[in-house]
Every structure is written in C-alpha cells, then in structure tokens.
T-cell receptor, first 114, second 113 residues
C-alpha cells in the first residue's frame, strides 16, 4: 500500500455515459498526477496539479476529459460521453519533495466501455 | 520514438532461476532512473531509484544497475519466485520542475514452477 487510494477500482459503462474517478493522494503531498495505461504499454501522462492549480495537460486529454482538485487534496477525473477507446487503467500518482522526488502510484481504476 | 526502450518485451523463467531485464534511454539530462513492479490490475510500486551518480542499488532479490555513459540500466532478479510474475517498468525522470516521467513499456515476466 503506497498511501494513495483510488475509487472505484473497476468501472464498466456503456458508450456515451459519463464517468468520474476519484484519487486521494498522500496527505502532505502537494502534487498529483493522472496517467492512462493501456494493455502492454507504460503509463501515459494526462495532467498534473500543484495544490489546486492544474499546471499541465497532455494532448491526450481531449475536451471530453476534465480534472479537478478543488481544495488541493483529493482529485477527480471525469470523462464525458465515453468511447470504447477510453477503456484503460487510469492511474493517479502523488508526489512529495524528498531526496528522490518520487511519485507514489495508486492502485488504479480499470475502465471498460462497452 | 519512445525515450525509454525495454527488452525483452516478455520472458518466461523457471522458479528459482535468475533473469536480467534491460532498459535503454535517451532522456538527457536526467534526474533519476527508477524500476517499478506492476502486478496485473494494480498500480506500479517502486523497487529501486538511482540518481545519475549511482551505479547500483539493491532491494532484496532485486538489483538495479545504471551506466549513465551508455544510458543503460538493468534489473537483475535473483532466485525468482512465483510472486515475481509481473511487469517491470523502467522510468526516467527529467530534472525539470514538473517532475515529468518517461516510461518504458515494461518487461512482462512470468515465473513458472
């Protein structure tokens, strides 16, 4: 257990529906990252927050995707009008300043769009 | 082109045997290189982290090496166990302020009895 939690762990939805995922980072960490991972691939960067500010978004983050971190603690990732291509593992990572500036990953949310 | 290339893509080894996974990277300069273990359906968990000035780091039966001159790293698993079956991902961090990570695709290891 890395101290980062994600909810839900699995989500099955029909194409066109909206879904929302939550990430709770390690409490003292001020940075939070979202990644997407498909089968056989490494994680791909989506976006990251420093406290409540969203500082960078990847080109992978289409208009249907939105992320928030309203109080600088937990974060949500919403996907609107889901498509089958959105099926993937969505990973959250928490970062705190230290010797190695390490990112700690949550267990992920597995999304399946039917 | 991916900045982090791993080989072999997958391998099957007998329980108790050793194996070595390779990682070549082009990220330069870099802050640190990490090896993560990712069990199926789970998030990656850190095994080792090395800065550019370190050339070896051990964590139990896992030993990572780093050659910053040739931009190569390896992860050696000693006396493999069934629980070592997982994907091993090589990750390179750039020294920029946003702590961006470049991920390899992973080495898929299957340990069989």
């Amino acid at each position: 257990d890395t101290g980062v939690s994600q909810d839900p762990r699995h989500k099955i939805t029909k194409r066109g529906q909206n879904v929302t995922f939550r990430c709770d980072p390690i409490s003292e960490h001020n940075r939070l990252y979202w990644y997407r991972q498909t089968l056989g691939q490494g994680p791909e960067f989506l976006t990251y927050f420093q406290n409540e500010a969203q500082l960078e978004k990847s080109r992978l983050l289409s208009d249907r995707f939105s992320a928030e971190r309203p109080k600088g603690s937990f974060s949500t990732l919403e996907i609107q009008r889901t498509e089958q291509g959105d099926s993937a593992m969505y990973l959250c990572a928490s970062w705190g300043q230290g010797v190695y500036n390490e990112q700690f990953f949550g267990p992920g949310t597995r999304l399946t769009v039917l | 082109k991916n900045q982090v290339e791993q080989s072999p893509q997958s391998l099957i080894i007998l329980e108790g045997k050793n194996c070595t996974l390779q990682c070549n990277y082009t990220v330069s300069p870099f802050s640190n290189l990490r090896w993560y273990k990712q069990d199926t359906g789970r998030g990656p968990v850190s095994l080792t982290i090395m800065t550019f000035s370190e050339n070896t780091k051990s964590n139990g039966r896992y030993t990572a090496t780093l050659d910053a001159d040739t931009k190569q790293s390896s992860l050696h698993i000693t006396a493999s166990q069934l629980s070592d079956s997982a994907s091993y991902i090589c990750v390179v961090s750039d020294p920029g302020g946003n702590n961006r990570l470049a991920f390899g695709k992973g080495n898929q290891v299957v340990v069989i009895p």
